[in-house]
């Protein structure tokens, strides 16, 4: 490309402001694909949380069942425990 000594400057920084928007463009694409491989991961954490709260909240209802059925049982051994003392 030929130019004059007065629009030289004009034509550099025109070569800079292009080469400035390409690389902003490719990074603007890296970080769309990263974006989409975060939010992959972020809905495969997702459902792996909600599986493990699932399990949880049905531990902690089973504990409760455990813990009065143990109550019952001790409540059970401990009357007849009396009885066995009383004859």
Known sequence: MLVSPATLAINLN????????????????QIQKNLGKLAK??????????????????AYNKAGEVNEKQSKLKL????IAQIEEQE
């Open 76 to 79: 059970t051994f401990e009357q």
């Open 14 to 29: 025109l070569l800079s402001v292009g080469l400035k928007a390409t690389e902003i463009s490719e990074k603007a694409e």
């Open 41 to 58: 991961s972020l809905r495969e954490v997702e459902d792996l949380w909600n599986t493990l709260y699932v399990h949880i909240k049905n």
